[in-house]
């Protein structure tokens, strides 16, 4: 492609970018000591029978991972993965 107009819009990279320094938010360092506390007692009931409370209904089955982020519990052959901010309470 030698036509003419096809690189008259190609600038070089540093003028295309404009570099904006990320902001990152500040998290509470009580609710990072907490999530961690969380994640801890929970990698402690693996392989468990657990009861977790969500907005939507009460799951219960068999804690079978934990992950930063999310749980996996299963029940009968079904999977539920669980957000860790969609937890209520744990029992």
Same mark, same amino acid.
């Given at each position: 492609m030698n036509h003419p107009y096809?690189? =008259?819009?190609?600038?070089?990279?540093s003028e295309q970018i *404009?570099?904006?320094p990320e902001q990152r938010?500040? !998290?509470p360092r009580n609710t990072v000591t907490f999530t961690k /506390?969380?994640?801890?007692?929970? /990698? /402690? =009931?693996r392989g468990r029978e657990i009861s977790v409370a %969500?907005?939507? *209904? %009460? !799951?219960?089955?068999t804690l079978e991972e934990v992950f930063p982020d999310h749980i996996l519990?299963?029940?009968?052959? *079904?999977?539920y993965q669980i957000r860790l901010e969609g937890i !209520?309470? !744990?029992?």
């Open positions: 096809y690189y =008259r819009y190609v600038y070089p990279v *404009e570099y904006v938010e500040s !998290i /506390q969380l994640l801890n007692n929970l /990698q /402690q =009931r %969500t907005p939507v *209904e %009460t !799951i219960r089955g519990v299963s029940n009968e052959g *079904e999977h !209520i309470y !744990i029992s």
